[in-house]
T-cell receptor, first 113, second 111 residues
């Protein structure tokens, strides 16, 4: 079983809809959670960074962490065609060697005009 | 501000040929540096990481090696490429738990 599971999609939504993405994990030691966006043939870029449980909002993006369920989510409100990309979750435990993160396989999102 | 440079962007190499990919970081000192590989439709696989000059840790035994000759320079090498080495190679850096900053990647095709 992989430490981090993420549905590969593709997830297709109409413009303006809410995009809901999630990852599950098995390592209860994970405390640092991130979401990255990756456009085709580009390097991933950091979208959201969360420590421990709770919600974090940044513009149209909301990240949620539920450590009791080992489940994290990313919501994109008012989705735009420019949000079409692959979204990767990543996480790390405080005991991991500094800066080593476990990544999900990524979910491909397509926002249709 | 910090920037990361990675080159080349695209590379087509024959089986058995050598490989050298370079990554440099500007605007920071003593960064943690990483090489990842991303196969089509798969997640990111950590290959090597370095917490200082000359300090290299390998995560996956394979046909590749890494070196860090200078504080902000990280090099990925191979003496003889295999078909299975094809993929999208990403360099990244971090100063801690704030997440990675990735380079733009090198798409390697071994033919």
């Amino acid at each position: 079983q992989k430490e981090v599971e993420q549905d590969p999609g593709p997830l297709s939504v109409p413009e303006g809809a809410i995009v809901s993405l999630n990852c599950t994990y098995s390592n209860s030691a994970f405390q640092y959670f991130m979401w990255y966006r990756q456009y085709s043939r580009k390097g991933p870029e950091l979208l959201m960074y969360t420590y421990s449980s709770g919600n974090k909002e940044d513009g149209r993006f909301t990240a949620q962490v539920d450590k009791s369920s080992k489940y994290i989510s990313l919501f994109i409100r008012d989705s735009q065609p420019s949000d079409s990309a692959t979204y990767l979750c990543a996480m790390s435990a405080a005991t991991d060697s500094w800066g080593k993160f476990q990544f999900g396989a990524g979910t491909q999102v397509v926002v249709t005009p | 501000s910090q920037t990361i440079h990675q080159w080349p962007a695209t590379l087509v190499q024959p089986v058995g040929s050598p490989l050298s990919l370079e990554c440099t970081v500007e605007g920071t000192s003593n960064p943690n540096l990483y090489w990842y590989r991303q196969a089509a439709g798969r997640g990111l696989q950590l290959l090597f990481y370095s917490v200082g000059i000359g300090q290299i840790s390998s995560e996956v035994p394979q046909n590749l090696s890494a070196s860090r000759p200078q504080d902000r320079q990280f090099i990925l090498s191979s003496k003889k490429l295999l078909l299975s080495d094809s993929g999208f190679y990403l360099c990244a850096w971090t100063e801690g738990y704030g997440g990675y900053t990735f380079g733009s990647g090198t798409r390697l095709t071994v033919v």
